[in-house]
Nanobody
């Protein structure tokens, strides 16, 4: 079973950058599709970025500002967020999926971290 833990959240001002990290224990990321989701107050959990199973493909909802990557040892995944806006404020979650392809829906993911809070305000 994959266990995930996010870190790197915090309070920043509009226009700032943050890099979130997700570390894994158990089977490595190479055997799962990976994703980042976020959930703002009173909102549903929404897709941010994902790797396909095997890491050959990536997709981000806002590729101009968000970038997903991972270490060569495939135990840590990152979400680089640039030019942050107040509407990016949310709890950010990393997740792992046993399904192939880029998975955009939260229900397609089998394992979740506890989340890390990002707050963007001037």
């Amino acid at each position: 079973q994959v266990q995930l833990r996010e870190s790197g959240g915090g309070s920043v001002e509009p226009g700032d950058s943050l890099r979130l990290s997700c570390t894994a224990s158990g089977p490595t990321f190479s055997s799962h599709g990976l994703g980042w989701f976020r959930q703002g107050p009173g909102k549903e959990r929404e897709f941010v970025c994902a790797f396909s199973w095997g890491g050959t493909s990536t997709h981000c909802v806002d590729s101009a500002r968000f970038t997903i990557s991972r270490d060569s040892d495939r135990t840590t995944m990152y979400l680089q967020m640039d030019n942050l806006k107040p509407e990016d404020s949310a709890v950010y979650y990393c997740a792992a999926s046993r399904q192939y392809g880029i998975r955009l829906l939260a229900r397609d993911y089998d394992y979740w971290g506890q989340g890390t809070q990002v707050f963007v305000s001037s």
